[in-house]
């Protein structure tokens, strides 16, 4: 089993509890889903929460001690440099998508007017026009 498989089983139990702690988050502090989501996993990166094995459940712990957040900090590294890949993967391309989407070729709506600034008896040149 390489590292990235080992992490990604471990992530997925990880994102679970992170969310059910988001959610009651989101749900008392007025903040939405994605933000309370994207705050816990920072939380768990710089080491102020850490996972814990309680037999066959998985919870979370804080770190208040400077010294303790250190430590869980090291220790949390490597899954929160996953999560960070998973993230920014995803985001990247839905946001390719969105722009592949978003930019059809001759489209009018994709066109920009850029013209002169002050009078003048020309007409706007459309950034993009194919014509």
């Not at 990604?8 to 939405?32: N, Q």
């Not at 391309?93 to 009018?108: D, I, K, V, W």
């Amino acid at each position: 089993m390489s590292e990235d498989e080992a992490l990604s089983e471990t992530f997925r139990f990880a994102d679970v509890v992170f969310r059910k702690l988001a959610a009651g988050t989101a749900a008392s502090d007025g903040v939405t889903f994605e933000e309370a989501h994207r705050g816990t996993w920072q939380l768990y990166e710089l080491g102020y929460l850490k996972l814990v094995g309680e037999g066959d459940r998985l919870s979370v712990r804080a770190c208040i001690a400077r010294a303790d957040r250190r430590a869980a900090a090291k220790q949390n590294r490597s899954l929160a440099a996953y999560w960070r890949r998973t993230v920014f993967a995803a985001r990247s391309s839905r946001t390719e998508r969105e722009r592949r989407s978003q930019l059809e070729q001759n489209n009018p709506s994709n066109l920009i007017e850029v013209g002169l600034v002050g009078p003048s008896n020309d007409s706007p040149i459309a950034v993009g026009d194919m014509a």
